[in-house]
């Protein structure tokens, strides 16, 4: 029964362990991106310079994901979390040290992006595949949905923490920053699971195993790249600082509350799915969560009132929030385990190019269109890449259940 099904999971304590451990991180991030987007603006107050922070994080990610892959497969998952956590505190302990000696500037945030990207491409690999080591299968999606809901309370709270705490001076932000992601990683530290490592030695071959495994799965393949066309061109948040400074002229306690806004919805959304999973049509649900995402990042483009843009992002988060989930375990389900730090990898790759290479697409255009257009044009390429899924992916659209038909 569903009580019963909760009472299990939150009994799962290495499971609880890394879901604090990631909620912190996630926070700890969240309040990062906040500082150094507005810091960065404050410097240039260039929409291109936003997007190259996105492309410097990605560019490095890309080039070291599938190698992270294979790791994941062979290393201790859990300690290779807590080492991105503990390289992305020495990363704001570097921002605190720069902004008191007064050399914090365009090239350093540049470069510290080239950092965070590396530590995200074996970051993101290692959470992804250790979660289903975590808990038993018919607790997966319910897993999957709680980790999304400390996501989205950590997405929440962190930007607009970091948004209230900038007012006080970026050092306090790095600061705080620095102290989470050291309790975070010592939290993922006492995670305990039975570590089975892949005992390929690493070649091209089980390099790109993960590769060859979501080409050949349809499913996988459909549900991985939707997230990188759709999230690619209808992603906002890089333009947040010109619509918190500019359009909607609030400051940075402005900029916080419109990051956090998305995270609203998907909480929300995340609760729903803990209480009640998705049983029958997962296919269809999930194309018609990209439409909504795609309508409400055209309602957020065109709106000139703080609360309408608001509730636009609100809407986008919960539509996400299912997209997430839903091709989350998808992902999951169809994956053997010594396969899934691979396909992690290639997950991640594409996860990586639908924010942070968004983030740079975003920029570009602004910068040649204005941010409104922009904005509008990628929530229409969002609703042309839902149509599109349903024909170039017919057995991930008809998908009707979570497991995989065997």
Same mark, same amino acid.
């Given at each position: ?125 290692? %959470? ?9 299968? %018919? ?54 699971? %039975? ?85 029958? %049509? ?125």
């Amino acid at each position: 029964m569903p009580h019963d099904s909760l009472r299990h999971l939150f009994a799962q304590q290495s499971f609880m362990r890394f879901w604090f451990a990631r909620v912190g991180g996630i926070t700890a991030n969240q309040m990062l991106m906040v500082a150094v987007a507005w810091h960065m603006y404050d410097i240039t107050s260039s929409a291109w310079d936003l997007g190259l922070v996105g492309l410097f994080q990605f560019v490095p990610a890309l080039l070291m994901t599938l190698p992270a892959g294979h790791l994941a497969d062979r290393l201790h998952r859990g300690r290779i979390f807590a080492s991105c956590m503990f390289v992305q505190a020495l990363v704001a302990l570097l921002l605190v040290t720069a902004t008191q000696g007064g050399f914090a500037s365009r090239e350093l945030i540049l470069a510290i992006s080239v950092l965070l990207g590396l530590a995200r491409a074996f970051q993101m690999p290692a %959470q992804q595949a250790l979660l289903p080591l975590l808990v038993p299968t %018919q607790l997966l999606q319910r897993a999957i949905a709680l980790s999304a809901t400390g996501m989205e309370a950590a997405v929440i709270g962190g930007p607009a923490l970091g948004g209230v705490l900038y007012t006080t001076g970026a050092i306090t932000v790095y600061l705080s920053c620095a102290v989470l992601l050291l309790l975070s990683g010592v939290l993922t530290m006492l995670v305990r699971y %039975q570590h089975r490592p892949s005992t390929l030695a690493a070649n091209w071959n089980t390099l790109l195993a993960g590769v060859v495994f979501v080409w050949r799965s349809k499913v996988v393949l459909g549900a991985t790249s939707l997230d990188l066309f759709a999230v690619l061109l209808g992603g906002a948040t890089a333009l947040l600082p010109i619509y918190a400074r500019d359009i909607l002229q609030t400051g940075p306690v402005g900029l916080g509350i419109l990051r956090s806004a998305p995270a609203v919805g998907a909480l929300t959304m995340s609760f729903v799915l803990i209480r009640w999973p998705l049983r029958r %049509q997962v296919g269809h649900k999930l194309l018609a969560a990209v439409a909504v995402f795609g309508l409400a990042t055209i309602a957020f483009g065109l709106s000139t009132h703080f609360g309408l843009s608001l509730l636009a992002l609100a809407v986008t988060g919960a539509a996400d929030c299912i997209s997430v989930v839903t091709r989350s375990t998808l992902v999951q389900m169809e994956t053997p385990d010594e396969m899934r730090g691979r396909v992690s990898a290639v997950n991640s790759i594409f996860i990586g190019a639908s924010n942070q290479l968004g983030e740079f697409e975003s920029g570009a255009t602004a910068a040649l269109f204005g941010p409104e257009s922009s904005v509008v044009l990628g929530g229409f390429g969002t609703l042309l890449v839902a149509a599109a899924w349903l024909r170039l992916f017919p057995n991930l659209a008809e998908r009707d259940r979570m497991e995989p038909t065997t």
